[in-house]
């Protein structure tokens, strides 16, 4: 079954500190990972999108990982600030066609002062 | 500036009444999509539309339809609203061809009393 798992649920963090965002997912075949952020009430923005060949992707203060053979990503963000306070989403997508999107629950994030 | 827009933020409906959900983009993308997203669920595919009057049902299509009259315009119709149909409803779009970004507008949150 296609799963997308996102870990931890919710982290605080003070602002000025780096934290790591977790996405295991089961999904095959594998086309495309995205990360998307997600202020309160809004709609999701894409951070990155990384193909099976890019193992790193940078955006500003956002760096994404995967490892496509252990089938894991990670969000890096780096000397947070306060607006990036949001949930953080993951979202695989299968070969197959693009309606098959698997997201992830994703993560919700406070930087606090 | 590329755009997806909701014609409603905020829309409170009485059990039974019928809802209109429209999004508009501007980016001549063939793809375009609703979701709905929930407390711990998740985003969920209601359906999807892959060009004029194009459809798929995605995961959750029960007690809602879809039109595509026109390449930039999709609209979600709730013929009877239920109060389980309260939730934040996300339409997105994106370029034919499944590495193709998703772009968000910035949501519709139905109150359904």
């Known amino acids: 079954k296609n799963q997308v798992e996102q870990s931890p649920q919710s982290l605080i963090i003070l602002e000025g500190k780096n934290c790591t965002l977790q996405?295991?997912?089961?999904?095959?075949?594998?086309?495309?990972l995205r990360w998307y952020k997600q202020d309160t009430g809004r709609g999701p923005v894409s951070l990155t999108i990384?193909?099976?060949?890019?193992n790193t992707k940078s955006n500003g203060r956002y760096t994404a990982t995967l490892d496509a053979d252990t089938k894991q990503s990670s969000l890096h963000i780096t000397a947070s600030q306060l607006s990036d306070s949001a949930s953080y989403i993951c979202?695989?997508?299968?070969?197959?066609?693009?309606?098959?999107?698997?997201f992830g629950t994703g993560t919700r994030l406070t930087v606090i002062p | 500036d590329v755009k997806v827009t909701q014609s409603s933020r905020y829309l409170v409906k009485r059990t039974g009444e019928k809802v209109f959900l429209e999004c508009v983009q501007d980016?001549?993308?063939?793809?375009m999509f609703w979701y709905r997203q929930d407390p711990g669920l998740g985003l969920r595919l209601i359906y999807f539309?892959?060009?004029?009057?194009?459809?798929e049902k995605g995961d959750i299509p029960e007690g809602y339809s879809v039109s595509r009259e026109k390449k930039e315009r999709f609209s979600l119709i709730l013929e009877s609203a239920s109060t389980n149909q309260t939730s934040m409803y996300l339409c997105?779009?994106?370029?034919?061809?499944?590495?193709?970004?998703?772009?968000f507008g910035e949501g519709s949150r139905l109150t359904v009393l």
């Open positions: 996405c295991n997912y089961t999904v095959s075949p594998f086309s495309n």
């Open positions: 990384m193909t099976f060949s890019e």
């Open positions: 979202v695989v997508s299968e070969q197959t066609g693009a309606n098959n999107l698997f």
């Open positions: 539309s892959y060009d004029v009057k194009m459809k």
């Open positions: 997105a779009s994106s370029h034919r061809g499944d590495t193709g970004e998703l772009f």
């Open positions: 980016m001549d993308h063939e793809n």
